[in-house]
């Protein structure tokens, strides 16, 4: 099949003719007198090999193929079924001759449940052995290896029990039957020794075409994309595509020299596999530290739609009917009109989509990150250059890399001494202090994330993982546990002082302000001085008041450097003052009368203007209150007035019932006068609410003091 792309029409060129009708005229009789000439035959196949490869951190690969043709020429790719829909999404070709595309093939294949529909066996990819015969039932067969031989049609294959001497039933035993070309019918059990021939030429091709179609399943991991170029004289031929890649890995090693010096050789490896088609033989590498946004489409996949199965239309039998006569119509001429309407045309937002559709196919392969066609600023580092685009970065080798299919690489890309500090590394999230290098990016690469490797003293000292390091930024990177260094964090006091009261609408805010102060205890029982460096949580609205200032500043974290003498101890304090507004509504649904007393107590002038409120608040409570204690009593009662009422109909007409009957008229009594109570206590505390609502909307003030609080007081009365 030969397909070709709309990508290819970027290497077209449209000679321009700009002949007058005479010299047409001329040019027609000029042509008429002389042989048509024949169309150069193209020349054999060229490999076009892979020139650049950038590999992205989302298991991306940007792809160049280079090479020169001369005259028409075929040049061909290869690579493996997996890119087939990469390719075909993204590929770009361009002639830098003035040449053109003719066409781009690929040797494309159906899916095999369609390729196998189009055969009258109806089997599938792995059909079992009784489908096999049963799609011959019908034909004429050859059935040796049992006895005499015979021939005839294969008219079914079943299953049967059979019994052994020992009374075993089984069911593995299947069995052909077949009418013989004298009209018997014949069995023959399935067996290692049993011969089926088929006898009909044309059945026998079907089914060698699905033993074709299944072999060649088996073998569509190659794929060959060949590129017909047409032009004159030696000129170069650009082919560019992207396509799913392993990701690329990055792996550190620092080492540090004998003799103390305040660095380290830090040095670089991006691992690198090789699983595309094609060899990379001398490329020019580049390693992207980035995730440009990436997706598949099954493009090379033949797609077929369900359409709908309509059925045929057959005459239907009627009986005779009567049917009303229509009102008078005028119809709209406009509607008729619009009705004829003429297909529709390119609209203006047609339009525009299209130009930007076009404006896209033009412009690939002259904006893509580490292309051949992007400008680029690289900065020199060594053997490795970086250029840094929109939100990541990029390795560009300098040297010619060399990795042939299904191999992979070590490849170098940093080699720099940096500055690096041992310390000892101690968080309230890792108790455990932790071995740990303070490490400068003084170079001008960033260190993509990976793992690494510490060497000391020519010895292996442990390893972790880093996040990205861009030049200039300072990271610690931890890799052993420091068994000689204890770190305790207590003797935290809190100091609270209450600096500001307000109130409005209802909205209680207390100011306070809280001084904390950390005391570490660090304790050092190695022979050498440890640097340790402790990571004090930062508190949110807090502000340091320590004499001792942290060498470095995270987003959740203080990092203050200790220097602690062997077999010594040494404290470290910080201090936080936080400034904290506790908010409270005053809700007259709730009871808030103690939470009102306890700010009333800060100073007389607050006890002064809380006391309306809280004498509002104590009446509506005891309000409440009553009501709770008078619904009780009204429960009591009425299980009182229950058991009299069952006690006299127990004892109708006996003389005891009157004692029962003179206590069912007092709970009565009592009853009602509960009724009374209640409702009485209800208009009470309807008045009493609306009391509590006025003094709350028209309570507002600011009040400024200075008051200790207790430490254990809760920021939330």
Same mark, same amino acid.
């Given at each position: 099949?030969?397909?070709?792309?709309?990508?290819?029409?970027?290497?077209?060129?449209?000679?321009?003719? &700009?002949?007058?009708?005479?010299?047409?005229?001329?040019?027609?009789?000029?042509?008429?007198?002389?042989?048509?000439?024949?169309?150069?035959?193209?020349?054999?196949?060229?490999?076009?090999?892979?020139?650049?490869?950038?590999?992205?951190?989302?298991?991306?690969?940007?792809?160049?193929?280079?090479?020169?043709?001369?005259?028409?020429?075929?040049?061909?790719?290869?690579?493996?079924?997996?890119?087939?829909?990469?390719?075909?999404? &993204?590929?770009?070709?361009?002639?830098?001759?003035?040449?053109?595309?003719?066409?781009?093939?690929?040797?494309?294949?159906?899916?095999?449940?369609?390729?196998?529909?189009?055969?009258?066996?109806?089997?599938?990819?792995?059909?079992?052995?009784?489908?096999?015969?049963?799609?011959?039932? %019908?034909?004429?067969?050859?059935?040796?290896?049992? %006895?005499?031989?015979?021939?005839?049609?294969?008219?079914?294959?079943?299953?049967?029990?059979?019994?052994?001497?020992?009374?075993?039933?089984?069911?593995?035993?299947?069995?052909?039957?077949?009418?013989?070309? &004298?009209?018997?019918?014949?069995?023959? @059990?399935?067996?290692?020794?049993?011969?089926?021939? +088929?006898?009909?030429?044309?059945?026998?091709? #079907?089914?060698?075409?699905?033993? *074709?179609?299944?072999?060649?399943?088996?073998?569509?991991?190659?794929?060959?994309?060949?590129? @017909?170029?047409?032009?004159?004289?030696?000129?170069?031929?650009?082919?560019?595509?992207?396509?799913?890649?392993?990701?690329?890995?990055?792996?550190?090693?620092?080492?540090?020299?004998?003799?103390?010096?305040?660095?380290?050789?830090?040095?670089?490896?991006?691992?690198?596999?090789?699983?595309?088609? !094609?060899?990379?033989?001398?490329?020019?590498?580049?390693?992207? $530290?980035?995730?440009?946004?990436?997706?598949?489409?099954?493009?090379?996949?033949?797609?077929?739609?369900?359409?709908?199965?309509?059925?045929?239309?057959?005459?239907?039998?009627?009986?005779?009917?009567?049917?009303?006569?229509?009102?008078?119509?005028?119809?709209?001429?406009?509607? +008729?009109?619009?009705?004829?309407?003429?297909?529709?045309?390119?609209?203006?937002?047609?339009?525009?989509?299209?130009?930007?559709? $076009?404006?896209?196919?033009?412009?690939?392969?002259?904006?893509?990150?580490?292309?051949?066609?992007? !400008?680029?600023?690289?900065?020199?580092?060594?053997?490795?250059?970086?250029?840094?685009?929109?939100?990541?970065?990029?390795?560009?080798?300098?040297?010619?890399?060399?990795?042939?299919?299904?191999?992979?690489? +070590?490849?170098?890309?940093?080699?720099?001494?940096?500055?690096?500090?041992?310390?000892?590394?101690?968080?309230?999230?890792?108790? #455990?202090?932790?071995? $740990?290098?303070?490490?400068?990016?003084?170079?001008?690469?960033?260190?993509?994330?990976?793992?690494?490797?510490?060497? @000391?003293? *020519?010895?292996?000292?442990?390893?972790?993982?880093?996040?990205?390091?861009?030049?200039?930024?300072?990271?610690?990177?931890?890799?052993?546990?420091?068994?000689?260094?204890?770190?305790?964090?207590?003797?935290?006091?809190?100091?609270?002082?209450?600096?500001?009261?307000?109130?409005?609408?209802?909205?209680?805010?207390?100011?306070?302000?809280?001084?904390?102060?950390?005391?570490?205890?660090?304790?050092?029982?190695?022979?050498?001085?440890?640097?340790?460096?402790?990571?004090?949580?930062? #508190?949110?609205?807090?502000?340091?008041?320590?004499?001792?200032?942290?060498?470095?500043?995270?987003?959740?974290?203080?990092?203050?450097?200790?220097?602690?003498?062997?077999? #010594?101890?040494?404290?470290?304090?910080?201090?936080?003052?936080?400034?904290?507004?506790?908010?409270?509504?005053?809700?007259?649904?709730?009871?808030?009368?103690?939470?009102?007393?306890?700010?009333?107590?800060?100073?007389?002038?607050?006890?002064?203007?809380?006391?309306?409120?809280?004498?509002?608040?104590?009446?509506?409570?005891?309000?409440?209150?009553?009501?709770?204690?008078?619904?009780?009593?009204?429960?009591?009662?009425?299980?009182?007035? !229950?058991?009299?009422?069952?006690?006299?109909?127990?004892?109708?007409?006996?003389?005891? !019932?009157?004692?029962?009957?003179?206590?069912?008229?007092?709970?009565?009594?009592?009853?009602?006068?509960?009724?009374?109570?209640? $409702?009485?206590?209800?208009?009470?505390?309807?008045?009493?609410?609306?009391?509590?609502?006025?003094?709350?909307?028209?309570?507002?003030?600011?009040?400024?003091?200075?008051?200790?609080?207790?430490?254990?007081?809760?920021?939330?009365?």
């Amino acid at each position: 099949m030969r397909l070709v792309l709309p990508v290819s029409l970027l290497a077209f060129s449209f000679p321009v003719l &700009s002949l007058s009708l005479a010299a047409q005229s001329g040019a027609r009789s000029a042509a008429a007198s002389r042989p048509p000439a024949q169309p150069a035959a193209p020349q054999p196949v060229k490999d076009l090999p892979v020139r650049k490869v950038v590999l992205y951190k989302n298991g991306v690969g940007y792809f160049e193929h280079a090479g020169t043709v001369n005259g028409n020429q075929r040049v061909a790719i290869d690579f493996t079924s997996s890119q087939l829909n990469d390719v075909l999404q &993204s590929l770009t070709v361009l002639d830098q001759g003035g040449g053109h595309i003719a066409n781009v093939n690929y040797n494309s294949t159906m899916p095999i449940e369609q390729q196998l529909q189009s055969l009258a066996l109806g089997l599938n990819d792995y059909p079992p052995t009784t489908a096999i015969y049963q799609a011959l039932r %019908g034909q004429r067969v050859e059935v040796t290896g049992a %006895g005499t031989g015979f021939t005839g049609r294969l008219v079914n294959i079943e299953l049967r029990k059979e019994t052994d001497k020992n009374g075993t039933t089984s069911e593995d035993h299947y069995f052909l039957i077949v009418e013989t070309d &004298s009209g018997a019918l014949r069995t023959a @059990e399935l067996s290692d020794a049993l011969s089926v021939r +088929m006898l009909d030429p044309a059945l026998e091709k #079907q089914f060698s075409e699905y033993l *074709g179609i299944i072999a060649s399943a088996q073998n569509q991991q190659e794929r060959h994309l060949t590129l @017909e170029a047409s032009g004159d004289g030696e000129r170069q031929i650009d082919v560019s595509y992207i396509s799913a890649v392993p990701v690329w890995k990055s792996t550190y090693r620092v080492v540090f020299p004998r003799e103390a010096s305040g660095n380290a050789i830090v040095q670089g490896w991006a691992v690198v596999d090789n699983t595309v088609g !094609a060899d990379w033989d001398n490329v020019q590498l580049s390693l992207v $530290a980035g995730a440009p946004q990436s997706f598949i489409q099954p493009l090379s996949q033949p797609i077929y739609t369900h359409r709908p199965e309509v059925p045929i239309a057959v005459a239907q039998q009627t009986m005779p009917e009567t049917h009303e006569a229509a009102e008078s119509v005028t119809v709209n001429s406009e509607m +008729m009109n619009g009705a004829l309407a003429p297909p529709p045309q390119v609209t203006r937002p047609m339009a525009k989509a299209l130009d930007r559709a $076009a404006g896209i196919v033009g412009g690939i392969g002259s904006g893509y990150a580490g292309g051949v066609y992007r !400008a680029t600023d690289a900065l020199q580092a060594g053997d490795v250059s970086t250029n840094a685009f929109d939100d990541y970065f990029e390795y560009a080798l300098t040297q010619p890399v060399t990795i042939h299919k299904n191999e992979s690489a +070590m490849v170098p890309i940093l080699q720099e001494s940096l500055p690096a500090e041992h310390v000892t590394l101690w968080s309230s999230k890792q108790r #455990q202090p932790l071995r $740990a290098v303070w490490l400068e990016n003084k170079s001008k690469l960033t260190l993509d994330a990976g793992s690494f490797s510490i060497f @000391e003293n *020519g010895e292996f000292a442990g390893e972790g993982l880093l996040d990205p390091i861009h030049p200039n930024e300072k990271r610690l990177l931890s890799y052993a546990v420091d068994q000689a260094v204890k770190v305790h964090s207590g003797n935290v006091g809190n100091t609270r002082r209450l600096h500001h009261v307000a109130i409005h609408k209802g909205i209680l805010v207390q100011t306070t302000d809280q001084l904390t102060d950390t005391t570490y205890t660090i304790n050092n029982t190695a022979d050498e001085a440890r640097t340790v460096v402790i990571e004090h949580p930062r #508190q949110p609205n807090a502000q340091l008041e320590s004499d001792v200032k942290p060498d470095e500043t995270t987003a959740t974290a203080y990092r203050f450097r200790v220097n602690v003498a062997p077999h #010594q101890s040494t404290d470290l304090h910080v201090a936080e003052r936080a400034k904290l507004f506790e908010t409270v509504r005053i809700n007259p649904d709730e009871d808030q009368t103690d939470f009102l007393v306890t700010v009333s107590k800060y100073t007389p002038e607050l006890e002064e203007k809380l006391r309306p409120l809280i004498e509002a608040e104590t009446t509506l409570a005891d309000i409440n209150s009553k009501l709770s204690e008078n619904d009780e009593t009204q429960k009591a009662l009425a299980g009182d007035e !229950a058991r009299d009422r069952d006690n006299i109909t127990a004892l109708k007409g006996n003389e005891a !019932a009157k004692r029962f009957i003179e206590a069912l008229s007092h709970t009565e009594d009592q009853i009602d006068a509960a009724r009374k109570q209640q $409702a009485d206590l209800e208009k009470q505390r309807d008045t009493a609410r609306a009391n509590l609502d006025a003094l709350i909307a028209k309570m507002s003030f600011d009040t400024d003091l200075d008051v200790a609080l207790p430490t254990n007081q809760n920021e939330q009365p």
